[in-house]
């Protein structure tokens, strides 16, 4: 008997890694005799570096970068074993985790690390990117990454009275007055009395501000590279469905400024299309990462594609669940977003195509799970009683372990007509009592 462990990660409590040890660890308690293959996913988000790093070898590289709150962080990007091709997570340098809870307000965050690690990457020899959408902090449409790379902005000067504060403040001010890695052009460009030209870390509320966009001082090595945006969403970039009104919210928005947000976003996405000729506002994926994903088809000439198929083709999944009698995937909370281009999605359709039947296990269940029930066979929350999120967060491995033991037991008992007769005490064709 074969089961397939084909899990994403439980945001802030377990990578995919340790979610696949633990439900392995739970099969094994009800069949010591099962053979267990672990294949760790990911949709672009945490984890996309790992699992293909695992998948194709590659070692991690560590640089220091520009945060989400402009002050200095340590990131990372990996190297695959090619040598030539480079995978980034954007939350390693803008990600929710690296903001304390009350200082989460994505109109003064801002993807400029993103940037630094994208030019650190091509400088470094890579001449394939792919950078990872998931689990960021930031709506700012990718601007900041893009002044980063060199791309220039001109802005509006801001209002005395009830203007956003500068794009920087306080100690990360001197890091901002230095010129970022491959911003050439862009930080020697004079000032107008009507503009303004920021080559410091640009947030969402610079957004309404800009008023021109110029590609040409651009690091001239990207538009020989090919670069990748793993989207973990499959968002357009403004409106109902769009970055701020469905992510900006736990990225710390108020309603307020969720509003405004989108409005930006509407207002780059129609600069963009003036200036670059590129519509970018109905793209899927340009929502992911608060817009970044239409900033790196705009400024960087980035291919958007659903990361956890770019993952699932890596590790070679359709090939190893062929023989699979059972597939159990995961992640932490099953909604609406789970059908769109989250992992337990991808590993439905993967497994439907392949005709195995798949289970998932998750934290929590959304209030609309009832219109994604059905993309899975059957799916089981872990928690078996209430408690704090705290309490939860701290014993996911314990539940995930004692959860899998307890399904991959009746998944048995249902599917061994003798297991089933005892439990029933019916007569069965097969097995007369």
Not at 387 to 408: F, K, P, S, Y
Request: aromatic share 2%; hydrophobic share 45%.
């Amino acid at each position: 008997m074969k089961i397939v462990v084909a899990p994403g990660s439980f945001k802030e409590s377990l990578c995919a890694a340790a979610v696949a040890e633990a439900v392995a660890a739970g099969i094994r308690d009800a069949l010591p005799d099962a053979a267990v293959e672990l294949i760790p996913l990911a949709d672009g988000g945490e984890g996309t570096a790992a699992a293909l790093s695992a998948a194709l070898g590659g070692r991690e590289v560590p640089c220091r970068v520009t945060g989400p709150l402009g002050k200095p962080v340590e990131a990372s990007y990996t190297l695959l074993g090619d040598e030539r091709t480079a995978v980034v997570e954007m939350a390693s340098a803008a990600g929710l985790a690296l903001v304390p809870a009350g200082e989460r307000n994505p109109t003064r965050t801002t993807t400029h690390g993103v940037g630094e690690l994208i030019v650190r990457m091509i400088q470094d020899g890579a001449r394939r990117i792919i950078v990872g959408l998931g689990g960021s902090a930031t709506v700012d449409g990718g601007i900041g990454a893009a002044v980063a790379a060199g791309v220039r902005f001109t802005l509006e000067p801001m209002a005395k009275k009830g203007a956003p504060g500068p794009p920087l403040g306080g100690p990360a001010r001197a890091l901002a007055d230095k010129p970022p890695v491959a911003l050439r052009a862009g930080s020697r460009a004079k000032r107008s009395a009507n503009s303004a030209l920021y080559p410091s870390p640009l947030r969402g509320a610079d957004l309404p501000r800009i008023t021109r966009v110029e590609l040409a001082p651009r690091h001239p090595m990207i538009a020989r590279c090919e670069i990748t945006a793993a989207c973990d969403v499959r968002n357009v970039l403004y409106g109902p469905d769009g970055a701020a009104y469905v992510f900006g919210p736990q990225k710390g928005a108020t309603r307020r400024q969720v509003k405004s947000l989108d409005a930006g976003l509407r207002h780059l996405a129609a600069v963009i299309q003036r200036d670059l000729e590129i519509a970018v506002q109905d793209l899927p994926g340009a929502g992911a990462a608060g817009g970044l994903g239409a900033g790196l088809a705009a400024f960087f000439g980035a291919r958007l594609v659903p990361g956890a198929e770019l993952v699932l083709e890596a590790v070679r999944f359709r090939e190893r669940i062929a023989d699979a009698d059972l597939i159990i995937t995961g992640e932490g909370r099953l909604d609406c977003q789970s059908a769109m281009g989250k992992v337990v999605g991808a590993v439905s359709e993967a497994a439907r195509t392949a005709g195995r039947p798949v289970i998932a296990l998750v934290g929590s269940l959304g209030r609309d799970v009832d219109q994604v029930a059905n993309i899975v066979d059957a799916c089981f929350p872990i928690l078996d009683r209430p408690m704090r999120l705290d309490r939860a967060m701290a014993r996911t491995a314990e539940l995930l372990r004692r959860t899998a033991e307890q399904v991959v037991c009746l998944w048995r008992a249902v599917s061994e007509p003798r297991d089933l007769s005892r439990l029933t005490g019916r007569r069965t064709p097969d097995h007369p009592v």
